[in-house]
């Protein structure tokens, strides 16, 4: 089944949470997705603030929540909640 737009936005902004500052390899494995749909969603969760690039080492890059993301998180899952209870 394929996965809207959202979903795959909220998929990263959860693996990212879950598993701290991450570099691209770990997201495209904890969200499930392939390099190709991730990268242009990270530079599209960046220019709106949710979040960041850090580098590290050489050329190392590692990808983060930031705090405005942890409250949209927050909405979506107790937005998920609700749903589920009128749902039955």
């Given at each position: 089944?394929?996965?809207?737009k959202?979903?795959m936005?909220?998929?990263i ?6 598993n ?7 997201i495209?494995?904890t969200a499930?997705?392939n390099f ?12 709106n603030?949710?979040?960041?690039e850090?580098?590290?080492?050489k050329n190392?890059?590692a990808?983060s ?5 942890r409250?949209?998180l927050?909405?979506f899952?107790?937005l998920?909640?609700m749903?589920?209870i009128?749902?039955?």
């Amino acid at each position: 089944m394929r996965r809207s737009k959202l979903e795959m936005y909220v998929s990263i902004l959860e693996a990212l949470s879950y598993n701290g500052p991450s570099k691209i390899t770990r997201i495209t494995y904890t969200a499930k997705m392939n390099f190709g749909q991730i990268k242009p969603i990270i530079e599209d969760l960046i220019e709106n603030n949710l979040v960041e690039e850090k580098r590290f080492k050489k050329n190392k890059i590692a990808y983060s929540v930031t705090p405005k993301a942890r409250t949209i998180l927050s909405y979506f899952n107790e937005l998920k909640e609700m749903l589920l209870i009128h749902k039955d």
